[in-house]
């Protein structure tokens, strides 16, 4: 009877207890909504980095519900042992995980993801360890190791959005200033078809620049994605490009707004403008009212900035550039 006793106060005491004497209806309303969240995918492609980052931990939390539950549904399977739980648990969130990507896809967001699933395993995990009865039946240090490794993987997992809210923070700090490659996680805000990486070339070492490495496809070149979005109130846009070869090099300049590429990415619905680089360092300036007012019908929405682009068009051969000091003038 006191061996009962003890159990009863633990088992009451325990939160993975607790949480499974909640009523049904308390699970099954947010796993509804997880699921619900999962199948439709990330329908903001303009959002920040940390949202995209925030999003994909919705795997780990969806699976550790939905794995909290099915053991709630199927309790026998927390009184075998280790080896036994672990492969039931997994076996579920890889075919439930399969069939959520599989739908993904129907969808339209794209083929299956195993990064995606590896979140899902690993929210399976998390559901096991943290809010189920199956560690208590292990070893006291089969039990505390289990939920310290899932502990750190969570950790591990959560860094691409500590480096997104990181840079983030940075660019608003550093704000009017737009890049100037002096930041460890600056390359992330950067997308394009050429390859670039900051590098301190040899005719500046002591200053970080974007080296871009132009190919030979339609277009090549880089874009800028990722940075505060309100123009208003300055009274240009500036940029330094370094050419390092003894000819010059037609370059494209392009920036749109959030609309336009909500209506149909057209060509007379952003501001283009092209250069010619002499050999050497280019510093160039553009009026905001010229890029305002380059749209066909229409002005761009200097509160809503959402990419600005450098390209090439059709080169013949392979081109380097170097790109520096990209900024906002009052």
Same mark, same amino acid.
């Not at 939390?61 to 550790?64: D, E, G, L, R």
């Not at 000819?247 to 494209?252: I, K, N, Q, T």
């Given at each position: 009877e006191l061996v009962a006793a003890r159990e009863e106060i633990s088992n009451h005491h325990h939160p993975a207890q607790r949480g499974r004497a909640l009523p049904g209806w308390v699970w099954a309303l947010p796993a509804l909504l997880l699921l619900a969240l999962l199948l439709t995918g990330n329908r903001w492609p /303009? =959002? %920040?980095r940390s949202f995209y980052a925030a999003w994909d931990q919705g795997h780990i #939390? =969806?699976? =550790?519900l939905w794995t909290a539950l099915f053991l709630r549904r199927y309790p026998h399977l927390t009184g075998k042992g280790l080896g036994y739980q672990l492969a039931a648990v997994l076996s579920f969130a890889w075919i439930c995980g399969g069939i959520a990507e599989c739908l993904q896809m129907l969808g339209g967001n794209g083929p299956p993801s195993? #990064? /995606?699933m590896g979140r899902n395993l690993l929210g399976a995990l998390?559901?096991?360890a943290f809010f189920s009865s199956g560690p208590e039946r292990c070893p006291p240090a089969i039990r505390q190791s289990s939920r310290w490794i899932v502990a750190a993987l969570i950790l591990v997992s959560l860094l691409p959005l500590a480096r997104a809210l990181l840079d983030e923070f940075q660019a608003r700090r550093a704000f009017p200033v737009l890049a100037a490659f002096d930041q460890p996680f600056e390359l992330d805000r950067w997308s394009g078809g050429a390859h670039y990486t900051i590098t301190r070339p040899g005719f500046a070492p002591q200053n970080s620049m974007l080296k871009i490495d132009l190919q030979t496809t339609r277009y090549s070149g880089v874009a800028l994605n990722?940075? %505060?979005r309100d123009w208003r109130g300055y009274d240009s846009f500036a940029f330094s490009i370094y050419n390092p070869e003894a000819? %010059?090099?037609? #370059? #494209?300049c392009r920036v749109n707004d959030r609309r336009h590429s909500r209506e149909g990415h057209r060509y007379a619905d952003r501001f283009n403008r092209g250069f010619s680089l002499s050999p050497g360092w280019s510093h160039l300036r553009i009026p905001l009212e010229e890029i305002a007012a380059a749209l066909e019908h229409r002005r761009m929405d200097l509160e809503d900035v959402l990419q600005v682009g450098i390209f090439t068009v059709d080169l013949p051969a392979p081109r380097t550039l170097y790109l520096d000091d990209m900024r906002l003038i009052p």
């Open positions: /303009d =959002a %920040p #939390v =969806a699976f =550790a195993m #990064v /995606d998390t559901g096991w990722h940075f %505060p000819s %010059p090099l037609e #370059v #494209v």
